[in-house]
């Protein structure tokens, strides 16, 4: 083999790394990049999913803070509310809270308060 062989074949052989070298760069900078993409789709899902939510918890938070207010009534021909009764309007009140709604909430009515403990049922 002469010289101008050798030279010709070892030109060939490092043009072929440095190919090789380049495609490997190309793929690594494509899988990267769709990396980058996948990661981006996700954080836009997440988001989109934290905003439904949020109007969930803000619709939840109105229909408890309204809740809160309705007076308790006694059960016709009886001297007391209905256990369903107290029940809704206690757990509408520790849902509010519990749910970390903003505003407060009036205070619960006398009745309330009494049937709520007759009844064990938590109040806040």
């Known amino acids: 083999m002469n010289a101008g062989n050798a030279d010709a074949s070892l030109k060939a052989a490092v043009q072929q790394w440095h190919r090789l070298r380049w495609i490997t760069v190309g793929v690594l900078a494509a899988l990267f990049t769709l990396g980058l993409l996948a990661a981006a789709a996700v ?17 939840s938070c109105q229909f408890y803070g309204s809740l809160a207010g309705f007076p308790l009534t006694q059960v016709p021909g009886t001297s007391k509310p209905s256990k369903l009764g107290v029940g809704i309007l206690a757990g509408g009140r520790v849902a509010f809270t519990g749910q970390d709604c903003p505003g407060t909430l009036p205070p619960p009515s006398p009745l309330l308060v009494k049937w709520a403990a007759i009844y064990h049922d938590p109040l806040r």
């Open 43 to 59: 954080l836009i899902a997440q988001q989109h999913r934290l905003s439904i939510d949020d109007q969930r918890l803000t619709a």
